[in-house]
Structure formats: structure tokens, C-alpha cells
């Protein structure tokens, strides 16, 4: 079946513009993460839904950043007023139940592509 | 706050030599720690997990440790092949956090024919 996509594949925007990346996660995935990747590092949690809700956000380095997921399916990351230190690969990754919560339960993440974010 | 320390440096194997990555990690000790694989330009993959109380899993001609004590995990690849040739990265639960993992940054590993 289909993976975790995300689009658009590249962004290049200037400094100052609003960006919108979007994910589409696996059909019946109810949990979804965003995660930044800077070169060189690892994927560094955002924020993360659990359905429509924000269950965790306290990944987001300020209120310029915001997410959505209306309906519990798609999910878009948006980034207001964009600084050159915003740019980076924006991942995304669903599961079927939240991963961690507890030293019994566990589900895998599945990540998608990545957007990549270049502001100039 | 938690950390994740891994081989920073890439490490270069010859073709059917075992090799053999290292995850450090301070402060708590996890529920479960992870491996994932990362090829250039794609997500991450998941490998393994291992739990708290397991000290060792194995998938074909992979292995995982985890030594609790250490605060060491230990990732192999017997009979490596030019395939294998990644990124590897291992993550860690925040067990105080229901939803958070943390990554460490990752070992780049080469297979040499």
C-alpha cells in the first residue's frame, strides 16, 4: 500500500514568506509526527497529533510555527514570516497507535520523504 | 536533559566484515531504545527495537544490545554488504513524554567492496 507522502518534495522560498508542507500519512495511521532534520543531525521532534488534536507541541521552536489536521487524516505544517535558520527537511511520520506512552506499548513510525526547506 | 551520542566520525567496513555501531545515551533510562536506517534524500527506516528488559534482539543479520548499566546500545551487521551502506541512526523513548522520540545524529556507514 501507499507510504507516508509529503509535498512538495523542495521548497525554496525568501525570507519573511509563509510556507505551507502538507503530509499525507498512511490510511488509518491515527497518530502523526512532524520532525525537523537539520544536515548532519537526526530528525528532532515538532509536534505530534493524536486524530485531529495536537497532543504534543512542545517541539515547536516558536509561535511562528503551527500545524493542522482538521479532519484526522492530512496534516500541514505552517511556517509564518520564514528566517534563513528555518531551513531544513521537514519529515513526517504516522503510526497506528502513539509510539512511547508507557513501557508496554510501542508502534512503529513510518516517515515519509520529507519536504526540503530552503530559504533564502 | 537527555542525550544521544553516536560515532560522529563515518565508519568504513570491508565487504563481509561485522560492523558495529555505538548509541550512548545520558540521564534516564528509556523504555525502548530504536535503530533506524536513513538513505540520502529519504525518511528514516525502522530497523529494531529493544526493550528495557531485553538485553539483546537479532533480525537476520542484524543485532541489537542494550545495556542499561552502560547506558550503551550496540548495533551489528554480520557479513555487511556495499547495501548496508547508510546512515544509521538510534533513538531513544522520552518515557516522561507519550509521544516523543529522540534521535541521535546518526553514524554514516560505508561498505567497501
Known amino acids: 500500500g501507499a507510504g507516508v507522502s509529503q509535498t512538495p518534495s523542495n521548497k525554496v522560498t525568501e525570507k519573511g514568506k509563509y510556507v505551507e508542507l502538507r503530509c499525507d500519512p498512511i490510511s488509518g495511521h491515527t497518530a502523526l509526527y512532524w520532525y525537523r532534520q537539520s544536515l548532519g543531525q537526526g530528525p528532532e521532534f515538532l509536534i505530534y497529533?493524536?486524530?485531529?488534536?495536537?497532543?504534543?507541541d512542545s517541539g515547536l521552536p516558536n509561535d511562528r510555527f503551527f500545524a493542522v489536521r482538521p479532519e484526522g487524516s492530512v496534516s500541514t505544517l505552517k511556517i509564518q514570516r520564514t528566517e534563513r535558520g528555518d531551513s531544513a527537511v521537514y519529515l513526517c511520520?504516522?503510526?497506528?497507535?502513539?509510539?512511547?506512552?508507557?513501557?508496554?506499548?510501542?508502534?512503529?513510525?513510518?516517515f515519509g520523504p520529507g519536504t526540503r526547506l530552503t530559504v533564502l | 536533559s537527555q542525550k544521544i551520542e553516536q560515532n560522529s566520525e563515518a565508519l568504513n567496513i570491508q565487504e563481509g566484515k561485522t560492523a558495529t555501531l555505538t548509541c550512548n545515551y545520558t540521564?534516564?533510562?528509556?523504555?525502548?531504545l530504536q535503530w533506524y536506517r536513513q538513505d540520502p534524500g529519504r525518511g528514516p527506516v525502522f530497523l529494531l527495537l529493544?526493550?528495557?528488559?531485553?538485553k539483546e534482539k537479532r533480525k537476520e543479520r542484524l543485532k541489537v544490545t542494550f545495556d542499561t548499566t552502560l547506558k550503551q546500545s550496540l548495533f551489528h551487521i554480520t557479513a555487511s554488504q556495499p547495501a548496508d551502506s547508510a546512515t544509521y541512526l538510534c533513538?531513544?523513548?522520552?518515557?516522561?513524554?507519550?509521544?516523543?522520540?529522540?534521535f541521535g545524529s546518526g553514524t554514516r556507514l560505508s561498505i567497501r567492496p
Open positions: 497529533f493524536q486524530g485531529t488534536g495536537a497532543a504534543d
Open positions: 540521564n534516564y533510562s528509556p523504555a525502548y
Open positions: 529493544i526493550r528495557e528488559n531485553e
Open positions: 511520520a504516522s503510526s497506528l497507535l502513539p509510539s512511547g506512552g508507557g513501557r508496554t506499548s510501542y508502534n512503529e513510525q513510518f
Open positions: 533513538a531513544l523513548d522520552r518515557y516522561s513524554s507519550a509521544s516523543k522520540i529522540i
